[in-house]
């Protein structure tokens, strides 16, 4: 495969010297509001020994802090953002409706019905799509997991196999699912903090209306019984609204979680925690130390012009391209930091071209990291040419 390199970019050089973003302030919330943190040391985040943590913008996609990010863990309940993800993927698809009846048999009833995390489900009842959502988000609903699962592909296995097929789609190459639900099982189930992190990613990008739909209900109720949500960051940290908390004995006390604040997401994952009071106060500390000692600083905004790609056979031999979504890269708080931004794409690219369409990316790294990943779109139709424009174009192709 071959890439065209960066042509007529405008805006920046390829290396950029930022400006410094202004600390964010911190707003009311129902609850008595975390303390916020003042910037400090962007190298050392308040984590108290967790051995598992990574953390960062939600637009740039690469941690500005990452600590054992690739090293495989048991999720335990974390697993159920993939089972969400299948879920909404499928809504999506429309193979599964919200107000679609699944039935509760006597058997999962049984077996998961009261068994840890549950919605106390009642067996040869039905419940719908949109309820089970809520209670596995929520109340973390193992009983939940096993309905929807059974429900929607007839069996576990056939569940599992969804889950597996997009971990895979999405580049999780250090996890595997075995369960809907995160239930113990020898260690057949793992993950890691960078692809939880991806998954996470996908969550917000692809299924945004359904995020905010399903993922910071403070409350859930079913047969008589309401359960509080445990995200323990939710109306403690401003623009917090979810993810997702994991326990048992083998996985110790994970998190996912992530917050917004004036235009600006994190993503932060912990994993092994030694206790709940543990795993609470690190989460808050350390969503608020991502947020007061590192700026995401934008590079592009979105639909903003970066230059132009090669066209073959197109009534133009260059479309312009600009960023799908805003171009931010993360750097510590008071600090300028230089940006190498490089755009690559496969080409030329063939007419015709339609405004809109996916045409390269754009890589922007920072003190050599790794480089996050942004999709250019062209900003215009290019339509495939005519005779008089294919001459003129072999005539400047062979003049230069």
């Known amino acids: 495969m071959t890439y065209g390199t960066m042509k007529r970019l405008s805006g920046v050089a390829a290396a950029l010297a930022l400006a410094v973003a202004p600390a964010l302030p911190m707003a009311q919330t129902g609850r008595a509001p975390h303390a916020a943190v003042q910037a400090g040391d962007a190298a050392n985040p308040p984590l108290r020994d967790i051995p598992i943590a990574l953390i960062m913008d939600a637009d740039g996609g690469t941690p500005f802090y990452a600590k054992d990010a690739d090293r495989r863990f048991i999720p335990a309940s974390l697993t ?42 009642v067996a040869n009842t039905s419940l719908s799509v949109d309820t ?42 250090d996890s595997h699912f075995n369960t809907p639900n995160g239930w113990m099982d020898e260690g057949r189930t793992y993950t890691s903090a960078r692809d939880l992190a991806t998954l996470t990613r996908a969550l917000l990008t692809e299924h945004g209306d359904l995020y905010q739909r399903y993922f910071a209900l403070p409350k859930f109720s079913y047969n008589n019984i309401t359960q509080n949500n445990r995200n323990p960051i939710l109306g403690y940290v401003e623009g917090a609204d979810g993810l997702k908390t994991g326990f048992t004995n083998e ?12 235009g600006r997401r994190l993503i932060m994952v912990l994993g092994g925690a030694e206790s709940s009071a543990q795993r ?9 130390w991502g947020f007061a000692s590192w700026d995401a600083q934008t590079i592009y905004g979105k639909g903003q012009p970066v230059g132009t790609v ?17 171009v ?17 794409y496969q080409g030329p690219v063939a007419a015709p071209v339609r ?40 005539l400047l192709g062979l003049f230069g």
């Open 355 to 394: 405004k809109g369409q996916r045409v390269g990316e754009l890589l922007v790294s920072r003190d050599g990291g790794t480089p996050a990943r942004f999709d250019l779109i062209a900003t215009e139709d290019v339509a495939e040419a005519n005779m008089f424009q294919r001459l003129r174009n072999g």
């Open 310 to 326: 090669d066209v073959q056979g197109g009534a133009s031999r260059h479309v312009p391209v600009a960023a799908a979504r805003p």
């Open 251 to 262: 996985a110790g006390y994970g998190f996912v979680g992530s917050a917004e604040r004036n």
């Open 80 to 121: 159920k953002l993939m089972t969400v993800y299948t879920a909404f993927e499928l809504l999506k698809e429309g193979r599964l409706k919200p107000d679609q009846r699944i039935p509760v048999s006597a058997r999962t009833a049984h077996e998961w019905s009261g068994k840890g995390s549950t919605m106390f489900s």
């Open 328 to 344: 931010n890269v993360s750097v510590p708080h008071g600090q300028k930091a230089d940006a190498k931004v490089t755009m690559r």
């Open 280 to 288: 609470k106060q690190v989460a808050r500390d350390f969503i608020e």
């Open 132 to 173: 089970l959502l809520k209670a596995i988000l929520t109340v973390s609903a193992n009983d939940g997991c096993v309905i929807l699962a059974e429900g929607a592909a007839g069996s576990i296995e056939g569940w599992t196999a969804l889950m597996n097929a997009n971990a895979e789609k999405l580049g999780m190459k």
